[in-house]
């Protein structure tokens, strides 16, 4: 491959540029590189002029590949305010989150029959093992619902090409929101609190699913980046 | 585009491809030549400036592309969509006013 290609499709590849665009890009590139160099050719040069001169008109491909990632950046609004997308957006995100989960749990209380039924529901909650099952069904579900809203912001991140950096900012604050933002419930009793000590069984863990779903998207980007690096 | 233009000719290049895919279709390369050789070589894109402009318009639905074979290459072609042609007609009459604006001031200048 000519010495402009392979150096565009690293940095585009290092910028964390989705497989399907970067085929797509980099033929792009290489069909315009081609029609150059035939020009040259027909204007006279020879082979390895013709190249150096596409080259030439081609400019710096690292910086075209920084150019051509930030066009595909400002096509999206959270692209071009990425700051609020991924610094901001996910301190809101955990109430919204709280909100889905009670409907959620309300909605499987429905599921299993219990609806509005306060005789069941008092029988539940004043049994431990019934309550047990239930906390462990809402733990479930609270971890659930953060990997799952730290999920959404990486593929936001992916699909806004901002790369890897602010989609590692967004999963360290949805970290720092899960050990803040916090629900617990006991018998009789739902508490929701925002303070460090939530009194919650292993609250560290939930601080811990970003920053696994965050380690499990790097591993990923870097597989793929090794993959693909090779000519 | 040259880095040294003016800020009040940011949009120029969006009119001018924008101008061209108006009345047909284009791969990047050729509307780079052609922008050089219908302005009389006094605008030239960068060759590769072309694409990131491109990707914006197409990530706007303001032109599509289309891959097809001609004369054995196969090659990215470019067209204006009806939202294209829409923001072509803003622009243009953005640029009309601007020039006219630019005329009067000139004409002034050298009464």
Redesign the interface.
């Known amino acids: 491959m000519p010495d402009f290609i392979e150096p565009l499709r690293r940095r585009l590849l290092e910028l964390g540029c989705p497989m399907k665009q970067l085929r797509r890009l980099v033929r792009e590139v290489a069909d315009h590189r081609e029609d150059l160099k035939q020009a040259a050719v027909a204007v006279g040069l020879s082979g390895a002029d013709a190249d150096a001169c596409a080259n030439a008109s081609l400019g710096d491909p690292l910086v075209l590949a920084e150019e051509l990632m930030m066009a595909l950046r400002r096509s999206f609004w959270w692209g071009r305010h990425y700051v609020v997308t991924f610094g901001l957006l996910p301190l809101l995100a955990y109430p919204i989150l709280w909100a889905l989960l009670l409907v959620l749990q309300m909605a499987l209380g429905f599921a299993l029959g219990y609806g509005w039924n306060w005789k069941k529901l008092h029988a539940v909650v004043n049994n431990p093992v019934a309550f047990h099952h239930l906390a462990t069904v809402y733990q479930f579900m609270d971890y659930a619902a953060i990997a799952l809203v730290t999920l959404l912001f990486c593929w936001l991140a992916r699909r806004a090409f901002v790369g890897l950096k602010w989609m590692v900012v967004s999963c360290a604050i949805c970290s720092l929101c899960a050990i803040i933002w916090w629900g617990r419930i006991e018998p009789h009793s739902f508490f929701m609190g925002f303070s460090l000590n939530s009194h919650l069984h292993m609250p560290w863990f939930r601080g811990a699913i970003p920053l696994l779903v965050a380690a499990a998207m790097y591993v990923l980007q870097r597989r793929t980046t090794r993959r693909f690096a090779q000519p | 585009m040259k880095k040294t233009n003016p800020s009040f000719l940011n949009g120029v290049p969006e009119l001018l491809v924008l101008r061209l895919l108006a009345r047909q279709e284009m791969?990047?390369?050729q509307i780079v030549e052609e922008i050089r050789t219908r302005t009389g070589e006094a605008l030239a894109f960068?060759?590769?400036?072309?694409?990131?402009?491109l990707?914006?318009l197409e990530?706007?639905k303001q032109v599509s592309s289309r891959r097809q074979e001609v004369e054995g290459?196969?090659?990215?072609y470019y067209k204006l969509t009806a939202r294209g042609r829409k923001r072509l007609e803003a622009l243009t009459s953005e640029w009309n006013r601007v020039t006219t604006g630019v005329s009067l001031l000139m004409g002034e200048q050298h009464a």
């Open positions: 791969y990047g390369y960068g060759e590769g400036c072309i694409y990131p402009y990707y914006y990530a706007e290459r196969n090659r990215n």
